[in-house]
């Protein structure tokens, strides 16, 4: 499955965005998803995923309360909904997918994935 994330841009603090996880496959249901994000001189991070059917959400801490992940599946797209950005936010944000996953505390580990996008990138200015 290819992955295509897109939705980033250049934002002020306190603003939102809204990220998009499009697959190139039909059948996007038997793929958990997660969102990973690295900035510069730092390891990529989980931030947050989901199971098959939209069950199984998890979030990082620094992602609750914040961002919200949800998917359409008639749409082959996951969303990564991000509200009250902050500059620590910052990043290149990367999509994952784990065929038959279930999402949840597993979807936190990178090596549980073996399909990623490309990035997109987020800025938030102070």
């Not at 098959?52 to 749409?75: E, L, P, Q």
């Not at 996951?78 to 910052?90: F, H």
Request: hydrophobic share 35%.
């Amino acid at each position: 499955v290819q992955l295509q994330a897109s939705g980033g841009g250049l934002v002020q603090a306190g603003d939102s965005l809204r990220l998009s996880c499009t697959a190139s496959v039909g059948t996007f249901s038997t793929y958990a998803v997660g969102w990973f994000r690295q900035s510069p001189g730092k390891e990529r991070e989980f931030v947050a995923a989901i199971g098959r059917s939209g069950g199984g959400i998890y979030y990082a801490d620094s992602a609750k309360g914040r961002f919200t992940i949800f998917r359409d599946n008639f749409k082959n797209t996951v969303y990564l909904q991000m509200n009250s950005l902050k500059p620590e936010d910052a990043a290149i944000y990367y999509c994952a997918a784990e065929k038959y996953g279930y999402g949840g505390a597993s979807g936190s580990q990178l090596g549980r994935y073996s399909h990623w996008g490309q990035g997109t990138q987020v800025t938030v200015s102070s």
